[in-house]
């Protein structure tokens, strides 16, 4: 996703795309960042933790919607569960995105 599908709005599209296919939203910040608020319904594995719940997620069968506080970190994350055939979008931001949802 470059700079050119963002400013254009084609990562919206991409999020309302992986939603009407049933994607799980994955907030890859710490515990603590995520009690302190998050998207409804979103499920919370900690960057560190994501290697080890590869199998897990490839058994779930859905796209995946990975947040974070700055799109930093969900960006990793979206980039190994990619590396690893699971279908992932960087969703950015925690707040941000969930305006977009």
Avoid at 48 to 75: F, T, V, W
């Amino acid at each position: 996703m470059g700079l050119l599908d963002f400013l254009t709005g084609n990562k919206n599209d991409k999020i309302k795309d992986f939603q009407s296919r049933g994607a799980i939203i994955i907030d890859v910040r710490t515990k603590n960042e995520f009690k302190q608020g998050a998207i409804p319904g979103s499920k919370n594995i900690p960057l560190q933790e994501i290697h080890s719940k590869i199998d897990y997620l490839k058994k779930l069968n859905k796209p995946i919607i990975a947040c974070c506080a700055s799109g930093m970190r969900s960006g990793n994350a979206s980039s190994i569960l990619n590396n690893h055939g699971i279908e992932t979008i960087n969703g950015g931001g925690w707040l941000s995105l969930s305006k977009k949802l």
